[in-house]
């Protein structure tokens, strides 16, 4: 029965994100960061700018450990990860509500409702991915964890956290407040309010010791980050902070109704972490901007879910009533298979459940052209590229690409140097779609760019490699 749920689970997930998708979304960062790992002949231009993010954790050797042991192809490896992680999130939370004292109904509920992927206002995180990403498997860990500490389980506490930290060390250190707030609520007379006070002291010297020891970003680094505006707070549009806010007070509500406050100090406690962080970050220290300590909402509305579970099925009111009770679980389960059924076929969607490889289209079979050519080949495409047309070149191509917007912009937050480059090059092609011969050959000699990629709407007097119905592959030289 738990094997029929889990896969239930997994495929209600899969669908309300649109389905799984290899070479997707932050895969763009990630995938080449482990080819690099697997095949150090790779970007041999790029490195500068993989390594600047990629330094700050070991997943990206991890998984090139992971799929040299197990002989899969990054495409397999990728989708028996996203597995994984959603299995791991199914148990984590079927364990968490558990031990909450939730009935099975409403279990099953809490289950559905997080099926439903949704981006967290103005965090720059979605509470599922539609293709393997580090932090979701980090997250269900810190549900391990946070399960581990209800239990007084710590040698499984420590275990479950330090894998999450090694995965994504950001993710684990939100559930570290979590955990150690939930400590503080149990613990007796004077040691909790040490314990308190040492919490806040700790978070708030945190940022106070970042601003003075490390290093300010200054305007220019600061307007290479313009294009993602979750990164700043002050800039978030009233319905970000509207929902972002109402975590809290619907939390505390909820948890006084059921008396039962172990999710009270956790969701004051994560709300304390964005309150402290909020005039470093506006004030553009480097690793308060980093941290993106506003993704501390990602947790809290997780928990809100828990708690909304509860006062669907098991609170008072409704419990008196089978019609409510049945009413509410036929909603959750018919919105989360709707909502999946159409974000599968609506218009402007692939129409398939799973992709595990690439997909088969002009821009994958331009790219594999451009794979098989000599590694240090750099590429130059439209900065938008990876966003118009699916995947970006250094994932399709596993090639050096001049600029990619949307990927080099965010990891531009790491490195000053990084985001300078980004912003010279995205300013050299802004015009890209109007480029003539000479100009494109202008750019390939100060970038040291070997082939140009156009649609063939954009007939180039250059000569031409390859070409498909939709792309030409021009040579720079």
Same mark, same amino acid.
């Given at each position: 029965?738990?094997?029929?749920?889990?896969?239930?689970?997994?495929?209600?997930?899969?669908?309300?994100?649109?389905?799984?998708?290899?070479?997707?979304?932050?895969?763009?960062?990630?995938?080449?960061?482990?080819?690099?790992?697997?095949?150090?002949?790779?970007?041999?231009?790029?490195?500068?700018?993989?390594?600047?993010?990629?330094?700050?954790?070991?997943?990206?050797?991890?998984?090139?450990?992971?799929?040299?042991?197990?002989?899969?192809?990054?495409?397999?490896?990728?989708?028996?990860?996203?597995?994984?992680?959603?299995?791991?999130?199914?148990?984590?939370?079927?364990?968490?509500?558990?031990?909450?004292?939730?009935?099975?109904?409403?279990?099953?509920?809490?289950?559905?409702?997080?099926?439903?992927?949704?981006?967290?206002?103005?965090?720059?995180?979605?509470?599922?991915?539609?293709?393997?990403?580090?932090?979701?498997?980090?997250?269900?860990?810190?549900?391990?964890?946070?399960?581990?500490?209800?239990?007084?389980?710590?040698?499984?506490?420590?275990?479950?956290?330090?894998?999450?930290?090694?995965?994504?060390?950001?993710?684990?250190?939100?559930?570290?407040?979590?955990?150690?707030?939930?400590?503080?609520?149990?613990?007796?007379?004077?040691?909790?309010?040490?314990?308190?006070?040492?919490?806040?002291?700790?978070?708030?010297?945190?940022?106070?010791?970042?601003?003075?020891?490390?290093?300010?970003?200054?305007?220019?680094?600061?307007?290479?980050?313009?294009?993602?505006?979750?990164?700043?707070?002050?800039?978030?549009?009233?319905?970000?902070?509207?929902?972002?806010?109402?975590?809290?007070?619907?939390?505390?509500?909820?948890?006084?109704?059921?008396?039962?406050?172990?999710?009270?100090?956790?969701?004051?406690?994560?709300?304390?972490?964005?309150?402290?962080?909020?005039?470093?970050?506006?004030?553009?220290?480097?690793?308060?901007?980093?941290?993106?300590?506003?993704?501390?909402?990602?947790?809290?509305?997780?928990?809100?879910?828990?708690?909304?579970?509860?006062?669907?099925?098991?609170?008072?009111?409704?419990?008196? #009533?089978?019609?409510? +009770?049945?009413? &509410?679980?036929?909603? *959750?389960?018919? %919105? $989360?298979?709707?909502?999946?059924?159409? @974000? /599968?076929?609506?218009?402007?969607?692939?129409?398939?459940?799973?992709?595990?490889?690439?997909?088969?289209?002009?821009?994958?079979?331009?790219?594999?052209?451009?794979?098989?050519?000599?590694?240090?080949?750099?590429?130059?495409?439209?900065?938008?590229?990876?966003?118009?047309?699916?995947?970006?070149?250094?994932?399709?191509?596993?090639?050096?690409?001049?600029?990619?917007?949307?990927?080099?912009?965010?990891? #531009?937050?790491?490195? +000053?140097?990084? &985001?300078?480059?980004? *912003?010279?090059? %995205? $300013?050299?092609?802004?015009?890209?779609? @109007? /480029?003539?011969?000479?100009?494109?050959?202008?750019?390939?000699?100060?970038?040291?760019?070997?082939?140009?990629?156009?649609?063939?709407?954009?007939?180039?007097?250059?000569?031409?490699?390859?070409?498909?119905?939709?792309?030409?592959?021009?040579?720079?030289?």
């Amino acid at each position: 029965m738990k094997l029929a749920r889990l896969a239930l689970f997994i495929l209600l997930a899969t669908a309300n994100s649109g389905g799984y998708r290899y070479g997707a979304g932050d895969q763009a960062f990630y995938q080449p960061a482990v080819e690099v790992r697997l095949h150090p002949e790779l970007f041999p231009r790029d490195r500068a700018l993989i390594e600047s993010q990629a330094k700050l954790t070991v997943v990206d050797e991890t998984l090139a450990a992971a799929s040299r042991l197990t002989h899969l192809d990054l495409p397999q490896l990728f989708f028996v990860l996203y597995l994984g992680s959603l299995a791991a999130m199914f148990l984590a939370a079927e364990q968490l509500a558990a031990l909450f004292g939730v009935s099975p109904t409403a279990s099953a509920v809490f289950l559905t409702l997080l099926t439903l992927k949704h981006r967290v206002a103005k965090t720059g995180a979605n509470t599922l991915e539609g293709y393997m990403h580090p932090r979701q498997l980090a997250f269900a860990l810190g549900v391990f964890a946070f399960s581990a500490s209800l239990k007084r389980r710590w040698v499984l506490l420590a275990v479950c956290w330090i894998l999450a930290a090694v995965i994504h060390p950001t993710t684990a250190a939100w559930w570290a407040i979590a955990i150690a707030a939930e400590r503080v609520l149990t613990t007796s007379g004077r040691q909790r309010a040490l314990m308190a006070v040492t919490l806040l002291v700790f978070v708030a010297g945190f940022f106070v010791a970042s601003s003075l020891g490390l290093a300010m970003m200054d305007a220019q680094w600061v307007r290479v980050l313009d294009s993602k505006d979750y990164v700043f707070a002050a800039g978030w549009p009233a319905y970000a902070w509207f929902f972002n806010l109402l975590y809290l007070p619907l939390i505390l509500l909820i948890s006084k109704y059921k008396n039962d406050a172990r999710l009270t100090a956790p969701a004051l406690a994560l709300f304390a972490a964005f309150v402290c962080s909020y005039p470093f970050t506006e004030s553009h220290v480097g690793l308060a901007v980093q941290l993106q300590v506003s993704r501390v909402f990602w947790l809290m509305d997780f928990f809100l879910a828990l708690a909304g579970a509860w006062l669907l099925i098991d609170s008072p009111f409704v419990r008196e #009533s089978r019609w409510l +009770r049945q009413t &509410a679980v036929a909603a *959750a389960l018919l %919105l $989360a298979v709707g909502r999946g059924i159409y @974000t /599968l076929y609506e218009p402007a969607a692939e129409h398939s459940l799973v992709r595990i490889d690439l997909k088969k289209d002009d821009w994958t079979e331009a790219m594999s052209w451009i794979r098989a050519q000599p590694a240090d080949w750099q590429v130059l495409a439209n900065p938008d590229h990876a966003w118009l047309y699916g995947t970006s070149v250094r994932v399709s191509a596993a090639h050096d690409v001049v600029v990619e917007s949307v990927k080099d912009s965010a990891i #531009s937050m790491y490195d +000053r140097s990084v &985001a300078m480059r980004t *912003a010279e090059r %995205l $300013a050299a092609l802004s015009s890209y779609d @109007t /480029l003539d011969a000479g100009r494109a050959r202008a750019i390939g000699r100060a970038y040291d760019a070997r082939v140009m990629v156009t649609e063939t709407t954009h007939a180039l007097d250059l000569p031409l490699l390859h070409r498909n119905a939709t792309f030409a592959v021009y040579d720079l030289r």
